[in-house]
């Protein structure tokens, strides 16, 4: 199951132009150091902006693992998607992770730097 998802991933994170699902800032998805350094990042920040399957639809919910249900979502997406404590459908979240980026109010002001400035990926 791990190889499928991390193949899934992959092709996500390639569909969406190596952009957050939710907030569209560049992801990691290789090398943290390289990455860090091309972007004049610190390690934690890289940790944040790390590539991760998410399921659209969550497993709890009935979700599959099928190229169809994940999408690449950066750590900090993925991770506060899921603390909250009523479940958001995805498209509800998307909204209000793109208005917080529209305010720039998400994750943190080093996001805004013009090599990671959030876009709309296709």
Same mark, same amino acid.
């Given at each position: ?34 990455? @860090?350094?091309? +972007?004049?990042?610190? /390690?934690?920040?890289? #940790?944040?902006?790390?590539?991760? &399957? ?18 690449? @979502?950066?750590? +900090?997406?993925?991770? /506060?998607?899921?603390? #909250?404590?009523?479940?958001?459908? &995805? ?32």
């Amino acid at each position: 199951m791990t190889n499928k998802i991390a193949r899934f991933r992959a092709q996500a994170f390639a569909k969406q132009q190596g952009h957050c699902y939710y907030c569209s800032v560049k992801m990691c998805l290789g090398d943290p150091v390289k990455f @860090a350094k091309e +972007h004049a990042l610190t /390690t934690a920040q890289v #940790r944040l902006l790390r590539c991760t &399957a998410e399921h659209v639809i969550a497993q709890q919910d009935g979700g599959k693992t099928t190229p169809e249900n994940i999408v690449a @979502a950066c750590a +900090h997406c993925n991770a /506060t998607r899921h603390r #909250r404590r009523r479940a958001q459908s &995805a498209d509800q979240y998307r909204t209000r992770v793109q208005r917080a980026v529209a305010h720039k109010r998400w994750i943190g002001p080093w996001i805004f730097k013009p090599l990671l400035q959030p876009t709309h990926p296709s």
